[in-house]
């Protein structure tokens, strides 16, 4: 595959498979964001990313600064958390989490000044930093995946033994239906984008990044268009508005034509990839010296008065975020953290925004709607909707009958979770969490095998 | 805010408008213009087979399901297609009361004994129609000229009236295009226009319900095989079956293949036995056997098209 082609070709560049659903965008993507001021208490999970979870490094009664380290850990795998107000900590305890699972959390009390940690500075030489200097300020700042994920981006950065990167793809795609935190990014921070881009090309050593944009959102394709105007090594790619566009291996796929190996990482094919949220947040920690403590959520559905892209401290509770946002027009059907094809129903609104939110969603009964489950009638849509190639209703089927191993060779292990095949199912069922059921079964089989 | 009331379930919490109901009723919308030419050139006993046939489809699966103490599944619209699609693959003068038991059959032998919607091997209508054919073969075989009738058609024997692939079979007389194109010809109910046909499938394939591998690599095979053995392709593409099996019968999600590659061996496969059996088989027309005969394969052609997953590293060596 000749890569010089890739940017020559203008054509919209996409990925076999997915869906097409209802974007239900319109109510957020023109709000410019607003920043929501300091809530009354914050509950700061310590575990909120991929990896080892941290250890609390204040106690009750400890005062806190914005920006001022909480929790760590000395995991090779892990993400420092940071306050997000100023105050006293009320508590180390158990919290409910968006996760589903409760989890150790420390609860700050605001004290209302929003008092800055002394740490908190710009950075100047920026220029002269390198790429460890750069990978440790982003560790030390506990910058995840904005996306959804939470991965630790330093850690990402870092190439295993043998491999290396080539090429830095920043993700702008955002195909969940009703976000619109990274498009208002894009429109209202190309720069600071552009910045973060640049420093993570600088972390991984490469001279070429892509931005990838849904051609859905024209306006972020030619602000960041602007933003890169006589730098060579920044491409913005328009891509097919579909569902999941923004999946990273198909992300890769629409706009460098490498297909990771499966079991594998973006880092096989010399990529990374990190979300455009991601980047301005480097953008920050690097020059502004400032940790991850605040995130852009997108507050929406049919049940918020005033729908919204707020920009909120980590560990606000998202019945606070409701109140900014004018409260409830009807009572919500179904509370949903991150968007409609792979976020989390809530059976509460007492959770914390984490740093893996992006969208908070109050969905009514009629937005919910759903029928019950009818037999399989064959129809092979989800085979066709499948981004991964797999064949969910068999993966699906097989995980039903308890026979995993069957669903495992059939690549239940490759599933990405993106929904489409539940989605497009005109039998309602529930695929994706039979697939979901047979992963689970499978790497409990392979840990105790492990012993 | 109080958590409760709050309804918990797994991802995703949007779905497709699309439901089986929809397009089992969006198939039975798409028949309606061969429903219209076969009442128009066979007179309403068509439209009391139609009647009789759907009647009996549903009522048997609606007894089945409550005396089985299942979930009374009607409301799903797939016995009414069944029963439609029967209607449409007998002649027009078979005895009302035969129809009603190859509609039965259907449902309760093809369809239910495997276990109901989505679970049955062969579809049920062409299985209704085999059972008919074996059973009461003469007025399984017995034929009548359009009510409208047209001055091509034969005159010299007004018992043998004859379906176009058995007058060019047995008599090497070929209806005209035009006549086999708007269906003013001897046949099943709703297999003679082709027009009608071609609109309803042009309306499944615009609603996204049916796919092109299997109708064009069913239609195409035969296409070829005729051509290839000195016959007139377009005419077998036009005369007989054909274009409802493939459009309608064959794409039937149930008893096909998912597999995308599944689909195109299934249709070639289906065309080679059509077009073996109108060439050189005891019958006239192969349409009904071909599809049921491919129907047993479908699970294996599965088992061997199953598509590349994304990331599988390709072998090397």
Known sequence: ?????????????????????????????????????????????????????????????????????????????????????????????????????????????????????????????????????????????????????????????????????????????????????????????????????????????????????????????SALMEAVE????????????????????QLIWAILGREVPSGGLPVDVGVVVNNVGTAVAVKEAVIDGMPLVRRVVTVTGSCVREPANLMVPIGTLVSDIIEVCGGTRIPPKKVIIGGPMMGIAQYTTEIPVTKGTSGILLLSEKEVAGDE???????????????????????????????????????????????????????????VQGIRLAKAEIRARRNAKRG | MEGSGFIVSSSPHQHTTVSTPMIMSD???????????????????????????????????????????????????????????????????????????????????????????????????????????????????????????????????????????????????????????IGRIAGSIGETSAFAILLGAAYLIYRGHIGLRIPLSFIGTVAVLTALFGQDPLFHILAGGLLLGAFFMATDYVTSPVTPRGQIVYGVGCGVLVALIRLYGGYPEGVCYAILIMNAATALLERYTIPRKFGEVKRVA
């Open chain 1, 1 to 221: 595959m000749s890569e010089g082609g890739v940017f020559e070709n203008m054509a919209i560049r996409t990925f076999k498979g997915g869906v097409h659903p209802s974007y239900n965008k319109d109510a957020t993507y023109a709000k410019p964001i607003r920043s929501m001021p300091s809530p009354g208490k914050v509950v700061i999970p310590l575990h909120q990313h991929t990896g080892a979870p941290c250890e609390p490094i204040v106690k009750a009664g400890d005062e806190v600064k914005i920006g001022q380290k909480i929790g760590d850990s000395k995991a090779r795998l892990t993400s420092p958390i940071h306050a997000s107000v100023s105050g006293k900590v009320k508590a180390v305890a158990k919290h409910a989490q968006s996760s589903g699972v409760d989890g150790l959390s420390i609860v700050i009390e605001s004290d209302g000044l929003d008092t800055w940690d002394e740490s908190v500075k710009p950075r100047d030489s920026v220029d002269r930093l390198g790429p460890d200097k750069l990978i440790g300020i982003l560790r030390e700042a506990g910058i995840v995946g904005l996306g959804g994920a939470a991965f630790p981006t330093y850690f990402k950065l870092t190439p295993p033994q043998g491999k290396a990167f080539d090429t830095l793809l920043l993700n702008g795609a955002e195909c969940e239906p009703y976000l619109s935190a990274d498009h208002r990014l894009m429109v209202e921070r190309p720069a600071d984008v552009v910045a973060g881009a640049r420093l993570l090309m600088k972390a991984i050593g490469v001279e070429r990044a892509v931005i990838g944009i849904e051609n859905n959102k024209p306006d972020a394709i």
């Open chain 1, 230 to 249: 006589g730098d060579d090594s920044i491409k913005i790619v328009p891509l097919g508005v579909k569902y999941p566009q923004g999946a990273e291996k």
């Open chain 1, 373 to 431: 489950p009818i037999a399989c009638i064959r129809c092979g849509r989800c085979v066709e909707a499948c981004p991964m190639n797999l064949m969910p209703l068999w993966i699906a089927g097989y995980a039903e009958a308890a026979r995993f191993d069957e669903s495992e060779r059939l690549g239940a292990l490759d599933c990405i979770e993106c929904g489409c095949c539940s989605f497009i199912c005109p039998s309602r069922r529930r695929l």
């Open chain 2, 27 to 181: 198939v039975i919308l798409a028949l309606m213009p061969a429903c219209f030419a076969g009442v128009w050139f066979f007179g309403l006993p068509a439209l009391g087979m139609m009647a009789v046939c759907v009647g009996s489809a549903v009522i048997t699966e609606a007894a089945l399901t409550k005396i089985c103490g299942k979930p009374v599944t009607v409301r799903d619209y797939s016995a009414a297609v069944t029963g439609l699609l029967l209607a449409l693959v007998v002649p027009p003068d078979l005895p009302l009361w035969a129809g009603a038991i190859g509609s039965i059959f259907s449902i309760a032998i093809a369809k239910f004994t495997f276990g109901g919607l989505g679970q049955n091997i062969f579809n049920p209508a062409l299985i209704g129609r085999a059972f008919l054919l074996a059973s009461w073969p003469v007025f399984m075989t017995r034929w009548r000229w359009p009510v409208h009738e047209a001055a091509w058609i034969p005159k010299f024997d007004a018992l043998t009236t004859a379906t176009p692939l058995v007058l060019m079979k047995y008599m090497n007389i070929k209806a005209p295009y035009a006549e086999l194109f």
